[in-house]
């Protein structure tokens, strides 16, 4: 086989595969009522059609694919790869803009629940895991990690912050919203 | 009540908006709109469609749910749209880089002049046949559109709507990308998204009992997370691995007018490309690069048939060249919104963030009920989705006017953008977006669902499988669905309820014809 | 109130909290601002989510966010409007009920959620006991409608027809499904029931043609009144306002009904000097102020069930929602 035959053929397979989980195992154990119900004694569609109905389309396409296989584009390593390391990074950063605020009021009598709407309190974790998270990408697309970087990106998250926080009363900040 | 008196009201509803600084606010909100829709689409890896959605929230914060605020924060996205198929022009003449892919044609002949020294006329006549050709799909829009939604809602009953949805995504799926099997697996990816917990039954279906998805896949985020982040990871990438570095091209002269003789000349073929872009643009799915190509090769043909003396040959600086891809791009966005507001189906993604901003906000339900006189209200009442539908004419020619009058100036402005580089600006982006998921959503759940589906988006476009159907699959999968309930309920639950009728019947054939038709492209 | 209690004995009560209504609306209004203003009541400790179990810019939804407006207004409350919807209010109630319940998140959702919705949803852990009822802001005009130019003037015209051949009949819910049902069940016709989301759809549908008759509870009032719309009965326990001479379900054989009402709640347990307040500033809200004027031009005035009385009425209709499912079987 060309190679350009083979990953299609392959990404063919999965989508076939993906297909046949969601119709005989997924969406059977998964909805609450059958393909067609028998309801105030008339038959009605139940919730199992439509997801069964949008997996044979994509066993339909996988079908297809195998039929007439084109560009052949697939996913490298170094695909993967990139997005192991663009996952680390959220990871790292909505972690941090999660729990540092809460972290930081923890030093302080109340916890950070009553402080959640107060400047400077609401803006710690939103700024500092925006900034690793915009300075890190930078890094990572440019192959280096410049302080410079981080500056901006920290400027530009306190922008956000301003941008939605000062002119709207009823726009919460991440992660406010979660505590 | 007639459909003058909705013309009528319509109009008012912009122009007797709450004033600011006594002018009125929907007119100020499709300023704004254009202004930065042109700074965005002349800055290279950033689209309107990106500004819209980013927009989105902040609009709505500002102006709320009401039915007051639906022509505002529209006019502000249609202003958006506008702008930034101009906006792409700019960097295209200027320094060889298309800031929308649609531009893409531009650069042909565009920076050719630029390098002769004529990019001031280059720009003059992008800005013309732009403006031109957008100015011609709004008048088809305005004329098209109430017709054809009268005509749905008279001829075509339950089963047919079915029907009719069914054709529309496998047109869709069909012929958006390369590979008729990526775009229909594209859409039973988008149609599997929409069916997480909308079930009819209490039972939230799909959502291996996370309660984080018991409310269905926020909407907002599984578009933006594709559409956008999708393309951030991608694009980022490719600055990784030194594919998009192209060097910072060097400044050349903004010089030398166009004569008013020169776009006379070039009226025909602004005229063919905004044929062809417009028919384009009613089609779902099928997009302004299309419409650019089709229009750039078009007049190619015919220029090297009928060679002009005093015109240089295509790709070497002729203004045709400019002028058709300009006027086929420029011409896609009004057509676009016929199969929005007569059916409420989205053809491409400028349309899916309008169609997401009627539906955030509510109380204008794009679809053929829109264009019912009496609106179901009563005969002697306006309705008011009727007025809000010619209110959107209204402030799509308020952004052809500032097209025309201002456009070209601020086009001018613009070109600094193209020196951001990309590493900068795409992390910015992206940190805007997720916020503005957040705010929306205010969770962090709703957060890793978007970065979830970026992620997805990312895979599918080095898979070489477009995004689009997946979208467009996603918001009208609810729709299909219930549409076909209730026509298997209404017709007493036939199950051949989508064949029994002869307009349902041959929407199904076709819809299975042009699959089987796509199936014969030549594979690339 | 609902649907198991001999209809009568619905009535009284109905007539009850009207008059007490008029009397306890006039007094609320300078009860709710006067314990307000001098602030010896509760106050939240921070911003009060409001969710809302109704999508963006429906009547629902409008009214919500006016009471919203109206209660930061009177007492400078921060409130967070946050729109839950789906499943026909329980994605709401599953949401509200682990939050926290010391006042700082209520949501608004119809009786029937906590009744019929609840009673179904069974995997959902929901019922009218784990929750805190606030008040009733609005009742629903439930009538049976269909468009004039079918030549329908009575419900007579209308079973007439459909003994000549099915008829569509449009629904919101599964409770309504069920009453349409019965309804032709006694009266020996089989209707094609159209569950939709939402009654605007099922006024679209009947609109459009897409549908013979439907359930509408409220919207209809305009086109009923300019004679585009037709009530050919009503689904309540008593006449509509507009049609009083339109049949009762009772009057028609069916021994259910779908009195319902919009009803705030907040999670169980709740501290009751902010249940107090909260349902203080709602009732103010709903009979003076912007709410006041919305919801009487939408729903024809404020209704506001409270307290015992409320308890009682969402215990009800929970515990009737059974027979009503078992008779529609």
Redo the contacts between chains.
């Keep these: 086989m060309k190679p350009r035959a083979s990953a299609e053929f392959w990404?063919?397979f999965f989508?076939l595969t993906f297909?046949a989980v969601?119709i005989f195992v997924?969406?059977p154990l998964?909805?609450?009522?059958g393909l067609?119900e028998k309801?105030?004694?008339?038959?009605?569609?139940?919730?199992?059609l439509?997801?069964t109905?949008?997996?044979?389309?994509?066993?339909?396409?996988?079908?297809?694919?195998?039929?007439?296989?084109?560009?052949?584009?697939?996913?490298t390593k170094?695909?993967l790869y990139?997005?192991l390391g663009?996952?680390a990074l959220?990871a790292v950063s909505?972690l941090l803009?999660?729990y540092a605020g809460p972290i930081a009021a923890s030093f302080t009598e109340t916890g950070y629940?009553?402080l959640?709407?107060t400047p400077p309190w609401n803006y710690i974790g939103?700024l500092i895991g925006?900034t690793v998270?915009?300075?890190g990408?930078?890094g990572?697309?440019?192959?280096r990690l410049a302080p410079r970087?981080f500056v901006?990106?920290f400027v530009?998250?306190l922008a956000?912050a301003l941008?939605?926080d000062l002119?709207?009363?009823?726009?919460?900040?991440?992660?406010n919203?979660?505590l | 009540m007639g459909v003058w008196d909705h013309v009528v009201a319509g109009f008012l509803a912009v122009l007797q908006s709450d004033p600011v600084l006594g002018i009125p606010i929907v007119l100020l909100m499709v300023l704004f709109g254009f202004l930065l829709g042109i700074t965005v689409g002349a800055t290279p890896g950033l689209a309107g469609p990106m500004a819209m959605a980013i927009s989105l929230p902040i609009l709505i914060s500002i102006f709320g749910y009401s039915a007051d605020a639906l022509l505002p924060v529209l006019g502000f996205l249609i202003g958006i749209m506008k702008g930034a198929t101009i906006g792409g022009a700019v960097p295209a003449i200027l320094f060889n880089t298309p800031g929308t892919p649609d531009a893409f044609m531009t650069t042909l002949d565009g920076y050719p002049m630029a390098q002769k020294g004529e990019a001031r006329r280059a720009l003059r006549i992008a800005h013309f046949s732009s403006a031109s050709g957008d100015t011609f799909s709004d008048i088809v829009l305005v004329v098209c559109a109430p017709f054809l939604a009268i005509l749905v809602e008279r001829y075509l009953d339950l089963p047919e709507k079915t029907a009719l949805l069914i054709l529309s995504l496998a047109f869709i799926a069909s012929v958006i990308g390369n590979s008729v099997g990526k775009g229909i697996i594209s859409m039973g990816l988008g149609l599997l998204a929409a069916m997480i917990a909308t079930g009819e039954d209490f039972y939230p279906r799909l959502t291996l009992n996370q309660p984080a998805l018991a409310e269905g896949i926020p909407i907002a985020a599984a578009i933006l997370g594709v559409l956008i982040l999708g393309e951030v990871f991608k694009a980022l990438e490719d600055i990784y691995r030194g594919e998009a570095q192209a060097k910072p091209p060097e400044q050349t002269k903004v010089q030398g007018g166009a004569k008013s003789k020169d776009l006379r000349r070039l009226i025909p073929t602004i005229g063919r490309s905004a044929i062809i872009g417009t028919c384009i643009g009613a089609l779902p799915g099928v997009g302004s690069t299309l419409a650019a190509t089709l229009g750039y090769t078009s007049a190619k043909r015919r220029h090297t048939n009928r060679p002009d003396a005093n015109s240089p040959a295509f790709g070497e600086g002729a203004p045709e060249g400019i002028a058709a891809t300009e006027a086929a791009n420029s011409s896609v966005s009004g057509a676009n919104l016929i199969p929005v507001l007569s059916l409420g189906i989205p053809g491409n993604a400028a349309a899916v963030f309008l169609i997401l901003a009627m539906d955030s906000i509510g109380g204008f339900n794009p679809g053929p009920s829109v264009f019912q006189l009496g609106g179901g209200i009563n005969e002697g009442a306006l309705n008011p989705e009727m007025v809000m539908a010619f209110g959107i004419f209204t402030t799509m020619f308020i952004a052809n006017g500032l097209n025309w009058t201002i456009g070209g100036i601020f086009m001018r402005w613009v070109g600094v953008m193209t020196r951001i580089p990309k590493a900068r600006l795409l992390p910015i982006v992206l940190l805007l977006t997720l916020t503005a998921i957040y705010v929306q959503e205010t969770s962090m759940v709703a957060v890793w669902i978007t970065l979830f589906f970026g992620f997805l988006g990312y895979v599918m476009r080095r898979i070489g499988m477009s995004p689009l159907p997946f979208v467009i699959a996603f918001i009208l999968g609810g729709n299909l669905e219930a549409t076909a309930r209730q026509a298997f309920a209404a017709t007493g639950a036939d199950p051949f309820f989508l064949f029994n009728s002869p307009i349902a019947f041959v929407f199904m054939a076709l819809a299975i014809g042009v699959v089987a038709f796509s199936l014969r492209k030549p594979v690339p | 109130m609902d649907s198991y209690l001999p209809t009568n004995l619905g009535g009284v009560i109905v007539k009850n909290f009207l008059k007490r209504i008029a009397a306890a609306s006039a007094l609320s209004v300078v009860a709710a601002t006067s314990t307000l203003a001098d602030g010896h009541g509760w106050k939240p400790d921070g911003p009060i989510k409001m969710i809302i179990a109704f999508a963006a810019g429906g009547g629902a939804d409008t009214q919500a966010r006016l009471i919203a407006d109206d209660i930061q207004t009177a007492t400078g409350w921060e409130i967070i409007p946050e729109q839950i919807t789906g499943k026909g209010g329980v994605n709401a109630l599953v949401a509200l009920k682990d939050m926290p319940a010391d006042g700082s998140a209520i949501a608004l959702v119809v009786t029937e959620s906590l009744g019929y919705n609840a009673a179904a949803a069974k995997g959902s852990g929901i019922a009218p006991d784990g929750f805190t009822g606030l008040t009733t802001t609005a009742g629903f005009q439930m009538g049976v409608v269909a468009k004039a130019d079918k030549g329908w003037t009575s419900f007579e015209d209308m079973i007439a027809a459909a003994k000549d051949g099915d008829l569509r009949f449009g629904t919101m819910s599964p409770k309504l499904s069920d009453l349409a049902f019965l309804l032709g069940e006694a009266h020996d016709v089989e209707f094609n029931i159209v569950q939709v989301r939402g009654g605007r759809a099922v006024m679209d549908g009947v609109q459009a043609g897409d549908m013979d008759l439907g359930f509408m509870a409220g919207i209809q009032r305009k086109g009923v009144a300019s004679g585009d719309l037709v009530n050919l009965a009503s689904a309540l326990s008593a006449p509509l306002v507009q049609t009083p001479d339109a049949p009762k379900f009772s009057d028609l054989g069916v021994e259910f009904n779908a009195d319902g009402y919009f009803v705030f709640v907040a999670p169980g347990g709740m501290d009751p000097a902010a249940r107090e307040a909260i349902t203080a500033a709602i009732v103010e809200a709903t009979n003076s102020g912007k709410a006041a004027g919305m919801i009487g031009k939408a729903f024809g005035g404020a209704v506001n069930i409270q307290g015992e009385e409320l308890d009682a009425l969402m215990a009800a209709d929970f515990k009737s929602a059974g027979a009503l499912m078992e008779a529609a079987q």
Excluded: C, H, Q
């Design positions: 990404l063919a989508f297909a969601l997924w969406v998964d909805t609450g009522t067609v309801v105030r004694r008339k038959f009605v569609i139940g919730d199992a439509g997801p109905v949008a997996a044979a389309v994509i066993a339909i396409g996988a079908v297809l694919v195998m039929m007439r296989p084109s560009e052949g584009k697939a996913l170094t695909n990139w997005m663009l996952f959220f909505l803009m999660r629940r009553p959640r709407a939103f925006g998270m915009i300075g990408l930078t990572l697309a440019s192959r970087d901006i990106g530009a998250a956000i941008l939605y002119p709207f009363e009823d726009l919460i900040l991440p992660p919203g979660d």
